[in-house]
């Protein structure tokens, strides 16, 4: 099955793989993948030009209403992964950011998945994402 | 919409929220869930009469193929939870846990998950689900 | 050499090792260790009838100036263990948990730490322990 | 109070604070420092020109005895610190890391940590540290 072109522009997060992210079985803990989609998701912003410290100090917020991963091949300690980040999807009050997982020469695909953020004042309302939030993401 | 009937056998979970599960936004981090659930998972072994370590023992590994979760509302530091878990759905050599994150009165659903888990031998080959495992889990 | 007796109220905080607190040697990756100490110190303050949350309510912070654990055999996924604290020493505006972390059934000292804390007003500043906390926690 | 002159070779290693880092009272978690050290040395050994796995698999482990933090000051989300990494002292058969960590422009020093590592055979029996590491590390 052929997956759909990844979204442009795109971010492509370095990571060396530590200890504290492994676990008895000896490959990364399944949890430990929402953190590398941060990281990743950090530089995506970072790289667009603002941190997402600056976005919630203009007043919206993106808290996560639903994360997906599929783990499809173990990482283990000490290799150096390549996390790539775009936005698949914008909505009204909300976006989906997707993440691959890929090894460091970007021949094994180890995960896949997703993140849903909705747009939200300080107080907790949703709010419509800002055009300025939208371009500067674009 | 009306969520289908939770699977039985199930168990509960309780957690109390710790400092260390929180984030600067002052809410339990969006990966600590899939820790909540690994925890809910491992006392449905337990109270079953087994440990997953003994799972294992026995030439058993259930590796996550996908995760999967639901924010609905967050939750707050020292806040006491508890996690409803059960097996969702039994496949030849695969197996689907489903949670459900309550509030310590059950009446606030915060989240809802599932993790699916492949059958393996310790060598990482798919393998069909033992007898045994399927009666205990049952 | 014989260590001094422990200092009395304690608590015993009971734990159940999970797969994302150990690593790729198979053993609870060192930093656990003081997710450890903080559920126990939790335990010990809600055992005294409050919780931590109540304290930082009534204007009083304890944020952690030092941090030190001594390892001594691994612990190992699958476990249960037992976190001793209780308060070492007490200072004008400071005090001192100390850990003790056996197996289950207290014939294994696997580690010791210790946490020492700062008292501070939501600002920051450094301020006398109110003799209400130094009541309850004695 | 004069600190002795920081062992050479030192290694820098240059980090971003994630939102999974910092808990509810806004500051970097103190577990999350011994994660920290953690990356610092696995880059103090990389950029000696060797990976700490291939040491392992030599046939030598070294895991942590003790550690230590002492925090001086708040570390914030999205903060890019610099941690600085170095060996202070070389027993018969252990040795000591030691660590400070900085704000990106080395102005505030936020914390200062050490670890301790047994040197051990894959058994974990003590043993002398080999030359080649020695010389390796210096």
Redo the contacts between chains.
């Keep these: 099955m052929t997956r759909p072109p990844f979204p442009t522009p795109e971010s492509w997060y370095s990571h060396?793989v530590?200890?504290?992210e492994?676990?008895?079985?000896?490959?990364v803990?399944?949890?430990?993948y929402?953190?590398l989609f941060?990281?990743a998701r950090?530089l995506f912003i970072?790289e667009r030009g603002m941190?997402?410290?600056e976005v919630e100090q203009r007043g919206f917020?993106l808290?996560?209403?639903?994360?997906?991963?599929?783990?499809r091949s173990?990482i283990?300690?000490?290799q150096r992964i390549l996390v790539r980040c775009g936005i698949e999807k914008w909505s009204r009050a909300s976006l989906k950011f997707i993440y691959e997982l890929y090894d460091e020469h970007k021949q094994v695909l180890h995960a896949t998945g997703m993140?849903e953020h909705a747009c939200v004042t300080p107080q907790g309302r949703p709010v419509r994402i800002p055009e300025w939030l939208k371009e500067l993401f674009s």
Tied chains: 1, 2, 3, 4.
Excluded: K, N, Q
Aim: hydrophobic share 25%; glycine share 6%.
């Design positions: 060396f530590s200890y504290g492994t676990d008895a079985m000896g490959v803990y399944y949890a430990e929402l953190h941060e990281r950090s970072r941190s997402y410290a917020y808290p996560i209403r639903e994360a997906r991963c599929r783990y173990p283990r300690y000490d993140t």
